[in-house]
């Protein structure tokens, strides 16, 4: 069911800071930030050769990881998301084998303009899953 | 200086446990589990399309993750590995940026039998980098 790993995604506390961190000590090649107000962050991807790492800013009042950043005020690892071919037969499938699916159960639109879906993390060794459907 | 994401390690609390919801759950293809006592885990590798995910339980009285897995008893994100064409060039250059080097600085043979080294979380936003020469 799991394609490739589309990106591991980083809380970051100061978002220019950690792309600069990125660009200009390790090197790499980043993106401009991308303000996505549906889901409450600005992001910026790192792009690697074989996938991209995603630095998450708190975006708005109500930001989904306003709460991760305050128990990790520095920052940390936050998702790893993983594309699959059909995201509504993976719920359907992952659901059936007793994994829970974070909010509505519907896929929302990502960073990519595609469907996305998040698993609970208890269900998968503390590690927040995301599904993209590519 | 960043290559591929060569994988990013998620630590466990039962590695048959998580092995299996990976393999059967998620329908990855799973490595054997492999010892590794000079760096106090047993390992797994989750083979994706262009990554991996290492799965990581503690091996022995001092392993580095047994803190790790006390904070977070379900397991967790522990850490991403990037690959570099020369890890003492790197090493050095990120040394003269201000980042600290792990342990007394010097590479470690890693999981794939080649030179690895780790970077400070404090210096990359909470999050354990790992190099490995490739």
Chains 1, 2 share one sequence.
Do not use: W
């Amino acid at each position: 069911m799991l394609g490739r790993v589309n990106h591991i995604a980083i809380a970051v506390p100061d978002l220019a800071q950690a792309t600069a961190t990125y660009r200009d000590v390790l090197g790499a090649r980043v993106s401009q930030p991308q303000a996505l107000a549906a889901h409450g962050v600005t992001v910026v991807f790192v792009e690697l050769e074989n996938t991209k790492v995603e630095l998450l800013e708190p975006l708005g009042a109500d930001s989904p990881i306003t709460a991760f950043l305050e128990k990790s005020p520095s920052g940390g690892m936050h998702h790893i998301c993983y594309e699959v071919d059909d995201i509504l037969a993976a719920r359907d499938q992952l659901k059936a084998s007793g994994l829970r699916v974070l909010g509505d159960g519907n896929p929302k639109i990502g960073a990519h303009g595609k469907p996305v879906l998040f698993l609970h993390p208890k269900d998968l060794n503390g590690t927040l899953v995301e599904l993209e459907e590519v």
